[in-house]
């Protein structure tokens, strides 16, 4: 008995999915998808009337850009967090914190913190020494995980540059299997852009919170134009984008007093709650779902793959309910 092409695209797709998320390639499925999205948004304005050669050039350089502009996005985030700037100020927050942590805690715990930032980077040197295997083995985790996105943007243009082919005399697998993965495209397009709405409020909520709440009580923090951007950068990445932000506000509150840093702690478990959320009702009102349709799909794939999977959920739910709805199910 032959398995029909449509019903063979759906059963491969949904095979694709705990597929990535168990050999860890999300990164690599979300860099080929923004570098597809991109390429296919500036292509559309393209002029109709180009033909031929014309159109493929301007495709490959629209391609080109794509894929520079992801790239770049990349490594301005990680300059931005490791620039020479960024971490001489966070060495001067980390000894203000010391020093605020040693005259305000117990004698007996405050023994064992470090006495200056010369020891704490002693005693991380010392740290990293000792676990220095498993250091290398995360370095290339992380090596490899580059070369995936780097291979995953290429992808994503070649898959752009057939974007516009007509599929009509395709075999009916590769059709349907085409017509699976427009639909994926436009899933995640809603969800990024979604996310971008989603950090822009959590962005704007923490600069309340920095330069409105805390200096009415007489309390003002160093680094707000570090800080603020960096809520807005890391707020792009669901969940991890937080620690990273929440983190760093954390620190320099430390530095202050005890009482802004636990205060700190707690508006930013509101702001996570709440944006838990408002995550869901502005990525559910892009994918017409229902807030607690995408909570239910976020807390299961976060409970079978973890991290990864509460990342892919919003994608993943979106681009399973375009299918249904496409398939008059819903």
Not at 59 to 67: D, E, G, K, S, Y
Not at 211 to 219: A, H, M, Q, T
Not at 270 to 282: G, M, S
Request: glycine share 8%; net charge neutral.
């Amino acid at each position: 008995m032959s398995l029909d092409p449509i019903a063979a695209s759906y059963l491969l797709s949904a095979l694709v999915v705990p597929l990535v998320l168990h050999f860890h390639l999300l990164p690599a499925v979300f860099a080929g998808l923004a570098v597809h999205v991109l390429t296919v948004k500036l292509a559309r304005r393209l002029p109709t009337r180009w033909g031929g050669m014309a159109h493929k050039l301007a495709l490959a350089a629209i391609v080109t850009c794509a894929m520079l502009v992801v790239f770049g996005a990349g490594i301005g985030f990680w300059s931005f967090l490791g620039s020479h700037h960024g971490m001489a100020a966070l060495l001067a927050a980390a000894a203000e914190t010391l020093d605020n942590l040693r005259r305000t805690l117990p004698a007996d715990i405050a023994a064992v913190l470090p006495d200056s930032v010369d020891d704490l980077r002693e005693q991380v040197t010392a740290i990293l020494r000792e676990h220095g295997r498993n250091i290398s083995a995360v370095g290339m985790a992380g090596f490899k995980t580059f070369a995936h996105v780097l291979l995953g943007m290429v992808v994503g243009g070649m898959t752009a540059l057939h974007h516009f082919d007509g599929s009509e005399n395709w075999p009916p697998l590769a059709a349907a299997l085409h017509l699976r993965t427009q639909r994926l495209a436009d899933a995640f397009e809603k969800v990024v852009f979604a996310q971008v709405k989603i950090s822009g409020l959590n962005t704007i909520l923490t600069a309340v919170y920095l330069v409105l709440i805390l200096p009415l009580f007489g309390v003002r923090l160093p680094l707000l134009t570090v800080l603020i951007p960096l809520t807005f950068i890391t707020g792009m990445l669901p969940v991890i984008g937080n620690l990273v932000s929440n983190a760093a506000i954390v620190i320099i509150s430390l530095g202050n007093s005890l009482g802004v840093a636990a205060a700190s702690v707690v508006f930013l478990i509101l702001i996570h709650k709440l944006e838990y959320f408002t995550n869901a009702r502005i990525v559910g009102s892009e994918v017409h779902a229902r807030a607690w349709e995408l909570l239910c799909a976020m807390l299961a794939m976060e409970a079978v793959f973890g991290v990864a999977g509460l990342i892919a959920a919003p994608v993943v739910y979106a681009w399973f309910k375009a299918e249904l709805k496409a398939r008059e199910m819903i």
